[in-house]
């Protein structure tokens, strides 16, 4: 792609959602004004970009801006914001559409993200382990969860630099509230590449299938101030817990009956207090690692502040 | 962020609050004229409860229902008591106070619920989510942070901009001075512990509680079990 190319296909982009245009009309209009009129870039850009507002009827701020902030993956927190990045190539994954060039795991250090690339796109491809700055992406939500999005106006520039990569770890602690429905022992789809838990034999995307049993809570941590979500994987929920599959299983059959095994659950761990760490997912924390506390850190100091108010 | 609107409706936090505070609160309001908007217990140091988180000693369950089991639970924190009624509606928690032999250490989570007895006082009590049975570590670990959380509540609530602080003033008065006494008498109820706390708890507190409520008690038999449930 020329430059100029690049410049035409970032103001198309920005317009395709509202007006009938194409990468090559703009490069015309901005050839014309640069070449045959001297017009600078800047201008040149400025100049087309106000003729298709005008032609589409819009403000300005209504469609995405050019100029992108470049942020940290972790500060990803909303949906169709064009943003600039600085990342390491963490992992690459087999996509699983024709669509899409290249899908996998993008980080920097505050954490990691989900990235897709688009065929359509016609960009260049990135290796594992590489670093990057990525100008011009933009920001998907799905579920409470965020990816970002390659397109053709996104400029990679590879650099001479190792990122460290974090692992969006976060601590919460309180007391253990709640532990919600979805607990226990479940079954989730036993298709490939899907762990969608069963709604009474059901998955939503595959139907009625035969379910393969897992254990996991979903809980919710309260201190008094904020509530938060984590959830127990299936050997943290054994851990937790000390049910093991198997178990529970022999639980659910015994008596006929599977949420019996997320009531036992319930009463080993509902009102004591945790604090878990681990990387967030939405709005969940993934409990890697927790701990039951074993009595109150420091009466002492509360005391003291009681005493001299 | 594109979580707000999950987050308007999001789950609301359990306030700590010990008993002598907790059964002070009398007055209630909504924040918003839906119907399902949900109810809070205005605190007298100054803040909302919606949900209160308690952890005490498990002194007397009693089935009170007429037709139908409605069992009633004395839950003494080192202030005073909290009483909560579990009835139909709440099956998990009724059938914990029903199994349940006291003394024992229990969590409580639930909603705070106020009525009006026939000479026009307002008792409160608590509708339980859950009642787990726990231990000592974990009921000395609720004293201290509640006596934390109230001290927050106490520094703040002098603050420009404390709605909740001027609610309470205008319900309950300015004078919050006696619940930094609350926490006090709190935390060195820990000090004082002896190893054998569950029974020293349970007839100590347990004791003079009862008698102080003596009056509620009653009015709240009398009362049973309709405006609860």
Known sequence: MTELRTHAAEIAEQFSDHVDVTEDEVETKLEQLIEEYQVPLDEA???????????????????????????LVNEIDQDEQWVDLRVKLVDLWDPRSDSIAQVGLLGDESGT??????KTSDLEELDEGKCYELSNVVTD?????????????????????????????????????????????????????????????????????DGEFDLRIKAVLDDGHEVQDVIFNREATEELTGIELEEAKQLAKDALDTTVVADEMRADILGRYFTVTGPTLGRYVLANEFEQHDGPAD???VLIKARSI | MSESESE??????????????????????????????????????????????????????????EDNEYWRGRIVDPTGTFFVYAGQYQPDAASTLRELEPPAYVAVVGKPRTYETDDGEINVSVRPESITEVDAAT????????????????????????????MATEQYGDDVSQYTDTVIQGLESLESDSTDELDGDAAGDGGTVSDADADSDDVADAADPSPQA
């Open chain 1, 45 to 71: 850009k400025r100049s087309v970009r106000n003729s298709y507002l005008e032609a589409a009827g819009l403000e300005r701020d209504e469609i995405s801006q050019g100029g992108s902030d470049e942020v």
């Open chain 2, 139 to 166: 009921r000395d670990q609720w004293v201290v942070e509640t006596a934390d959380r109230t001290l927050d509540r106490i520094d703040d609530f002098d603050e420009a901009g404390n709605e909740y602080a001027r």
């Open chain 1, 113 to 118: 993200i989900k990235f897709v690339a688009f």
């Open chain 2, 8 to 65: 308007s409706v999001s789950r609301e936090v359990a306030q700590r609050v010990f008993a002598a505070e907790f059964n002070d609160a009398s007055y209630t309001f909504k924040e918003s004229d839906d119907d399902r908007a949900p109810v809070y217990l205005l605190l007298p140091t100054g803040q909302r409860a919606n949900r209160v988180f308690f952890v005490g000693t498990l002194t007397e369950t009693e089935d009170v229902g």
């Open chain 1, 141 to 209: 939500e799905y579920q409470g969860t965020y990816s970002v999005k390659l397109n053709r106006t996104t400029t990679i520039t590879e650099i001479d630099e190792e990122i460290e990569v974090g692992d969006n770890s976060e601590t919460v602690e309180g007391a253990l509230v709640d532990v919600q429905s979805g607990s226990g022992l479940i079954k989730r789809c036993p298709e490939e590449n899907c762990t969608r838990v069963l709604q009474n034999g059901r998955c939503a995307e595959h139907g009625e299938v």
């Open chain 1, 299 to 301: 009466a002492e100091s």
